[in-house]
């Protein structure tokens, strides 16, 4: 997955603050502060090098380049580029972990279609801060 280069989705700059519930149908480039829940079902969450961002997240996928603290429930696909800083359980289908990215959390892989058990790989850390 790569960043958005298009007008094609939400925008919360370096300067934006938000606390609370957040939600929407179309894909969110944070790279300001958001604080409580992000819903995007279907849509992907792309953490900029600047954010921050202190919630449990479940989206189509995500991409942390700045921190995260919290949950990720992905339905597809989790990458964490080397600037990441992810402090929380992932449970995804896919997931990408450059070097020099930081996990602290256990990590659940499913398997495509939802049958048998998943996966489990705990993962205290990874790469480096």
Do not use: C, W
């Not at 921190?67 to 580029?81: F, H």
């Not at 449970?91 to 892989?109: C, H, N, P």
């Amino acid at each position: 997955m790569e960043t958005p280069k298009t007008g094609d989705f939400a925008h919360i700059g370096k300067s934006v603050i938000i606390k609370g519930e957040l939600s929407g149908s179309e894909d969110l480039y944070v790279d300001g502060q958001v604080e409580g829940n992000i819903e995007l079902s279907g849509n992907q969450l792309f953490i900029g090098p600047n954010g921050q961002v202190r919630a449990n997240v479940s989206a189509k996928g995500v991409v942390v380049q700045g921190k995260l603290d919290g949950n990720i429930r992905a339905t597809d696909r989790v990458e964490l580029q080397k600037s990441a800083i992810a402090v929380g359980d992932v449970s995804t289908r896919r997931i990408s972990i450059e070097d020099g990215a930081y996990l602290k959390g256990k990590v659940d892989v499913e398997q495509a279609g939802g049958k048998g058990e998943p996966g489990k790989t705990p993962v205290t850390q990874a790469g480096k801060n």
